[in-house]
């Protein structure tokens, strides 16, 4: 029989196998999240011999955008712990019982079962990389491509500086997030207080940092946010000034992420999601020597659903993103939209 719990129950009462075995199931990833907007989040479970065997965590999102089921909302990817394709099954008839009008939306990298039940249909793809850090750092350094290498040396030329940044820098990260968000991708950024609830759940517990790229005059002019959890490094937030790319700040932060991993003693960094049109990057990440993977997203509609407003969030994001548009119009967009985007 399938129990539902709400996840902070759940975390109290049940013993969820695996939970930390990557950043986006941790219980603190999903505390930043239910902290910072509010998402709706439960456990639907298992039982077999008085242990939980197979469980699946979800949020619940209906607002005037859509309604959908997702694994999960803000995160790159969500392998759910689910032992066999008969359990997916179970699962699935429990969420099409309680949520009938709702279409379903899964992040799935790791989770073949899923991949072959007949009831999600693959929606999209994107590209994932993971970057073993387990050799030492000679070999670690000798095994990234030679064009990685030679903008590592370009940016030492520059007289660049990589810092630890404390709290104090977090707006000027934030600043420089926006103007990128903004300015080159046309997006609204997370809403500050994003960026802060994590430096509460990762920073002050000695879980991640922030890395800052600081040129001659001493202007912080890139940075990355770096989260760990178990084995590995998540480098999670990369930002620099459009103004400073021929300065090549990126591979020298990435290159000092790596020395920061194995100082931690940990064996792998994931860096995360690339859409496949985003070549550049996935071109940065393939040079850093890491090893490619698929994000395959799946998906379930029931055959009468129509509800979907994406047209609404296309048009504030066109609007609020505009070049004459102040900062102040973009975090206030930010804050309001954001929430809505699980």
Known sequence: MVRTLPLNQALKELNL??????????????KVIQRTYGTRIFVKYLERQGEVDSYIIYSVVANFLEWKICFLSYCDYFDSHVKSSEDWHLFYESLR?????????????????IKQSPKFQVLSKERY??????????????????????AVKQAQKFDLVVKRCDKSYLRKFFQLHLDLRKNKYRLF???????????????????????????????????????????????????????????????????????????????????????????GLILFKNHTG???MDITHLGYAPPDYKFSQKRILRTMTQFFTQDWVPDWMVRLGSNIIYPFLA
């Not at 019982?97 to 079962?113: E, G």
Request: overall charge neutral; proline content about 4%.
């Open 97 to 113: 019982q309680d949520y009938p009008r709702y279409r379903i939306a899964i992040r799935n990298l790791r989770d073949d079962i």
């Open 290 to 292: 890491a090893k490619i």
């Open 17 to 30: 196998p695996n939970l930390n075995r990557n950043l986006f199931s941790s219980p603190q990833w999903l």
């Open 189 to 279: 950024p997370q809403p500050y207080r994003f960026f802060d609830i994590i430096w509460q759940e990762y920073m002050d517990q000695d879980q991640g940092v922030l890395l800052g790229a600081f040129d001659n005059k001493n202007n912080l002019i890139a940075a990355n946010v770096y989260l760990v959890c178990g084995d590995t490094l998540y480098y999670k937030f990369n930002t620099s000034s459009l103004q400073a790319t021929n300065l090549r700040p990126n591979n020298l932060l990435f290159w000092e992420g790596i020395k920061f991993g194995k100082e931690k003693g940990l064996k792998f960094i994931d860096l995360g999601s690339s859409g496949y049109d985003q070549h």
């Open 129 to 150: 990389h993971v970057l073993d850090i387990q050799a030492d750092l000679d070999t670690v350094w000798r095994h990234t491509h030679d064009s990685f290498r030679s």
